[in-house]
C-alpha cells in the first residue's frame, strides 16, 4: 500500500515528520517519476509526491549532506555545500517553513564557511530552545576553526555557546577530516564522530565522563540511545583505541567498548567479480564475497564449483582481514 516514485540518484537522508510525511534526500538532483528535479522533496504517508511542499533551489546540484531536523514548530533545517537557498545567501545551512519554503527569519551570521554541513541538531530545554547546532565542514569564528557552532533562533552566532577547537573532535579540516554526524540527547547533550567519537553537555563543552574513542580512520554514522550507549558501524580497516574492529560495536555511556555486544559475523553475499573456467570445466569464482548460497556457506574472496555447479570444499584461508580478491 506504500508507493514511493523511483528516485534515478541515491537517496542520502530520511527524516519522518510527526504526520507520517516524509523529507528525502536524493543525491545530485535526482528526477522522479512523478516529474520534478530536487534536492529536496516530502513524500505523502502513502509514499506518494506531496505536491504542497515548496521544493527549494539551491546554488549546487549535490547540496545536502546533513541529517534533516524537524523542529517542534514543524521547521525543517537543511545543511550541506550550498551557499544560497532560492537565490538568497544561507552559509551551508539554512531553515525552511513547514511548507518547504524559506525562513527569512533565521539568517546565519557570526562565520565563515567552507566543506560540508555534516550535522545538525535542534536543543529543547529552556532558554536553548529551537538553538541551532551546527557541526562539519569548515566553520570559522575569528579567524579559528571550530568543529561545532551555535546558532541562535535568529540564525546569529550564539556567543554563549563554547567554543572547543578541533583536537577536541579529532578533526582537522587541512587533510578532510572533519565531522560526519552529530545526535541529540535528552537534556540537550549531544553526541559527534570524526576520528574521535565524543560527547558534549548542551553548553558546548566536552562532557568528561564520556572517555572518548580513537578511531585510525573515520566511521561515517552513529545512533546514540537516550542513556547515552552509542552504536556504529565502522568502515572497513577501523580500529578503535588499538582494537580492530571487525562488525558492528557498542560503546558504554561512558565510552567503553562493550563486549556484551556481539552481532556476530555479517555475510556480505554479493556476486562475484569474475569467474575463470579450468581446463577440467571447474568454475573459480572470486571477489569480495564471504559467503556463498542460500545457505551462507563461508567463502571467503574464493570459491570452486563443479562444471554443473555444486560448491566444492576449496575454500582460501590464512588471511583473517582479507577484504577482495580482484584477480585470480
Same mark, same amino acid.
Given at each position: 500500500?506504500?508507493?514511493?516514485?523511483?528516485?534515478?540518484?541515491?537517496?542520502?537522508?530520511?527524516?519522518?515528520?510527526?504526520?507520517? #510525511?516524509?523529507? $528525502?534526500?536524493?543525491?545530485?538532483? =535526482?528526477?522522479?517519476?512523478?516529474?520534478?528535479?530536487?534536492?529536496?522533496?516530502?513524500?505523502?504517508?502513502?509514499? =506518494?509526491?506531496?505536491?504542497?511542499?515548496?521544493?527549494?533551489?539551491?546554488?549546487?546540484?549535490?547540496?545536502?549532506?546533513?541529517?534533516?531536523? $524537524?523542529?517542534?514548530?514543524?521547521?525543517?533545517?537543511?545543511?550541506?555545500?550550498?551557499?544560497?537557498?532560492?537565490?538568497? +545567501?544561507? !552559509?551551508?545551512?539554512?531553515?525552511?517553513?513547514?511548507?518547504?519554503? /524559506?525562513?527569512?527569519?533565521?539568517?546565519?551570521?557570526?562565520?565563515?564557511?567552507?566543506?560540508?554541513?555534516?550535522?545538525?541538531?535542534?536543543?529543547?530545554?529552556?532558554?536553548?530552545? &529551537? #538553538?541551532?547546532?551546527?557541526?562539519?565542514?569548515?566553520?570559522?569564528?575569528?579567524? $579559528?576553526?571550530?568543529?561545532?557552532?551555535?546558532?541562535?533562533? &535568529?540564525?546569529?552566532?550564539?556567543?554563549?555557546?563554547?567554543?572547543?577547537? &578541533?583536537?577536541?573532535?579529532?578533526?582537522? !579540516?587541512?587533510?578532510?577530516?572533519?565531522?560526519? /554526524?552529530?545526535?541529540?540527547?535528552?537534556?540537550?547533550?549531544?553526541?559527534?564522530?570524526?576520528? #574521535?567519537?565524543?560527547?558534549?553537555?548542551? &553548553?558546548?563543552? $566536552?562532557?568528561?565522563?564520556?572517555?572518548?574513542?580513537?578511531?585510525?580512520?573515520?566511521?561515517?554514522?552513529?545512533?546514540?540511545? +537516550?542513556?547515552?550507549?552509542?552504536?556504529?558501524?565502522?568502515?572497513?580497516?577501523?580500529? +578503535?583505541?588499538?582494537?580492530?574492529?571487525?562488525?558492528?560495536?557498542?560503546?558504554?555511556?561512558?565510552?567503553?567498548?562493550?563486549?556484551?555486544?556481539?552481532?556476530?559475523?555479517? =555475510?556480505?553475499?554479493?556476486?562475484?567479480?569474475?569467474?575463470?573456467?579450468?581446463?577440467?570445466?571447474?568454475?573459480?569464482?572470486?571477489?569480495?564475497?564471504?559467503?556463498?548460497?542460500?545457505? +551462507?556457506?563461508?567463502?571467503?574472496?574464493?570459491?570452486?564449483?563443479?562444471?554443473?555447479?555444486?560448491?566444492?570444499?576449496?575454500?582460501?584461508?590464512?588471511?583473517?582481514?582479507?577484504?577482495?580478491?580482484?584477480?585470480?
Amino acid at each position: 500500500s506504500y508507493h514511493s516514485p523511483v528516485f534515478t540518484g541515491i537517496i542520502r537522508y530520511m527524516t519522518l515528520q510527526p504526520d507520517g #510525511k516524509l523529507l $528525502v534526500t536524493p543525491s545530485t538532483g =535526482s528526477f522522479t517519476n512523478n516529474g520534478g528535479l530536487s534536492n529536496l522533496v516530502r513524500l505523502n504517508a502513502d509514499g =506518494s509526491r506531496d505536491f504542497s511542499f515548496n521544493i527549494p533551489n539551491f546554488n549546487l546540484t549535490n547540496p545536502i549532506f546533513a541529517n534533516i531536523v $524537524v523542529d517542534a514548530q514543524g521547521r525543517i533545517l537543511i545543511g550541506g555545500t550550498f551557499g544560497t537557498v532560492n537565490g538568497v +545567501a544561507r !552559509p551551508g545551512v539554512a531553515r525552511l517553513n513547514p511548507d518547504g519554503s /524559506l525562513d527569512a527569519g533565521f539568517v546565519p551570521s557570526g562565520y565563515t564557511f567552507g566543506g560540508q554541513v555534516r550535522g545538525l541538531g535542534v536543543q529543547t530545554q529552556g532558554a536553548n530552545a &529551537d #538553538k541551532v547546532l551546527v557541526a562539519g565542514g569548515t566553520l570559522t569564528v575569528n579567524g $579559528v576553526s571550530r568543529p561545532v557552532i551555535r546558532l541562535n533562533t &535568529d540564525g546569529s552566532l550564539d556567543s554563549s555557546f563554547t567554543l572547543v577547537g &578541533d583536537d577536541a573532535t579529532g578533526t582537522n !579540516p587541512a587533510n578532510g577530516t572533519r565531522l560526519r /554526524l552529530l545526535n541529540m540527547l535528552p537534556g540537550d547533550q549531544f553526541t559527534v564522530v570524526s576520528t #574521535k567519537l565524543t560527547r558534549f553537555n548542551a &553548553d558546548g563543552t $566536552v562532557d568528561s565522563s564520556f572517555v572518548a574513542p580513537v578511531f585510525n580512520q573515520e566511521p561515517f554514522w552513529i545512533d546514540t540511545l +537516550a542513556d547515552g550507549r552509542v552504536y556504529l558501524p565502522p568502515e572497513f580497516g577501523t580500529t +578503535a583505541n588499538g582494537t580492530a574492529l571487525s562488525g558492528p560495536v557498542r560503546f558504554t555511556a561512558n565510552g567503553q567498548l562493550d563486549p556484551t555486544f556481539a552481532p556476530g559475523r555479517f =555475510s556480505t553475499l554479493v556476486y562475484p567479480a569474475n569467474v575463470h573456467v579450468q581446463s577440467d570445466g571447474r568454475i573459480l569464482a572470486f571477489g569480495n564475497f564471504d559467503a556463498v548460497g542460500a545457505t +551462507a556457506t563461508p567463502r571467503t574472496g574464493v570459491a570452486r564449483f563443479t562444471a554443473s555447479g555444486a560448491l566444492e570444499g576449496f575454500s582460501f584461508a590464512g588471511i583473517g582481514n582479507l577484504y577482495s580478491v580482484s584477480s585470480a
